[in-house]
């Protein structure tokens, strides 16, 4: 996978299609709303769904650790789907993450879900995460700089020959990071919406997650138009098959 390099506050950092950031000079991981045991809180409320949301994110999450190994992990906030979502964690799900932790500091950032930090798992809970000239929070603050942030699960659509493609994305604009869903069972709130696009008013660039890149376009401050310049960071042939026309939009 290629990411793509932004500097926020001054900083290098690292977008992957993964969909987490990395800050190569901590060496600090970050990733955003996991919903860990939305399924099983469905469940609970009588709409059966399969179970393995879960375990589903936690096999995406353990390879990125693997491969970056990290001295610091830092989770944005809705780690948990709700407050009981850690006690209802499968004890082979809880297993693996405490073994895929082993010598990773973790931060737990409190969400809108869990303003409580998990029991039973390694790491310190806070409010905010203050480090160097970044902030790391979960629900984004107007006018913040240096800010990544997560809570809206960004997506945006980019017409392909064979239609849309809606993928989630990071939205930048030098200032802030407006994190992706990584968990398997979120949904998304398009790039275009108010809530969004309050947040970059004067434009920003979506970088869309692909399997095996991310592509990057402009969005035009308040949705006034949007320009055809698509970029994609990564090696050999994109599997999106936009045609050279296109005009990209955010939903």
């Known amino acids: 996978m290629s990411a793509a390099p932004i500097h926020i506050a001054g900083e290098r950092l690292m977008l992957d299609p993964a969909g987490v950031l990395h800050w190569p000079a901590r060496r600090l991981l970050c990733v955003a ?38 001295q610091r992990m830092v989770f944005l906030g809705d780690s948990f789907h709700d407050a009981d ?22 931060t737990w950032v409190a969400g809108n879900h869990d303003p409580a930090p998990p029991v039973g798992l ?6 905010d995460l203050h480090e160097g000239p970044l902030v790391f929070r979960h629900i984004p603050q107007p006018r913040a700089t240096g800010e990544i942030a997560g809570h809206l699960h ?8 064979a239609g ?11 200032r802030r990071v407006l994190m992706p869903a990584f968990g398997a069972f979120t949904g998304g709130l398009d790039a ?13 660039r979506a970088f869309l997650i692909g399997s095996e890149r991310l592509y990057s376009f402009p969005l ?27 005009r990209l939009r955010s939903g």
């Open 85 to 106: 979502g850690c006690a209802r964690m499968a004890e082979a799900d809880r297993a693996a993450l405490i073994a895929a932790f082993a010598g990773i500091e973790i």
């Open 122 to 127: 390694p790491g310190r809970a806070v409010e």
């Open 164 to 174: 849309g493609v809606a993928r989630a994305c990071f939205v930048s604009d030098g």
């Open 154 to 161: 960004p997506r945006a659509t980019a017409p392909t020959r």
């Open 33 to 70: 709303d996991l919903h860990f045991e939305k399924g099983s809180a469905f469940a609970a409320r009588g709409r059966l769904l399969p179970p393995y949301d879960t375990r589903e994110t936690i096999a995406r999450l353990v390879p990125l650790l693997r491969r970056y190994g990290p």
């Open 220 to 246: 035009a401050p308040r949705q006034t138009g949007l320009p055809k310049d698509l970029t994609s960071f990564g090696n050999g042939q994109a599997e999106l098959p936009l045609s050279v026309t296109a």
């Open 192 to 204: 275009g919406d108010p809530a969004v696009a309050a947040l970059f008013p004067r434009g920003g």
